[in-house]
Nanobody, 125 residues
Framework: VQLQASGGGLVQAGGSLRLSCAAS????????VAWFRQAPGKEREFVAG????????FYADSVRGRFAISLNNAKNTVYLQMNSLKPEDTAVYYC???????????????????WGQGTQVTVSS
């Protein structure tokens, strides 16, 4: 499956952005999907995910209540709605997918086989 991320940009603190990740080649059905981010000089970190089996959503503590992940199977696209953005949310955001990952491993980047190219999100103070 090929993933194409888009929607990043420059926004002021307190603003909103919606990231999109479109899949081609395969559908997202039966795939676990997630968003990760990587700030300069830092490791890639988990942001939000949708489980493969039940479609449940879960979030990193740092974004819970501000970000929302959703999956549109008809459009084969996963979204990340980001509200109340903070300067510390500045990073390159990546979407990821895997057909075999178990829920307990979904927060670990190394367990995903498929990645989008990344989209830059910059939040100014």
């Amino acid at each position: 499956v090929q993933l194409q991320a888009s929607g990043g940009g420059l926004v002021q603190a307190g603003g909103s952005l919606r990231l999109s990740c479109a899949a081609s080649g395969r559908t997202f059905r039966s795939y676990a999907v997630a968003w990760f981010r990587q700030a300069p000089g830092k490791e890639r970190e988990f942001v939000a995910g949708v489980t493969r089996t039940h479609g449940g959503t879960f979030y990193a503590d740092s974004v819970r209540g501000r970000f929302a992940i959703s999956l549109n199977n008809a459009k084969n696209t996963v979204y990340l709605q980001m509200n109340s953005l903070k300067p510390e949310d500045t990073a390159v955001y990546y979407c990821a997918a895997d057909p075999a990952i178990i829920t307990s491993s979904q927060t670990v980047a190394d367990h995903y086989d498929y990645w989008g190219q990344g989209t830059q999100v910059t939040v100014s103070s």
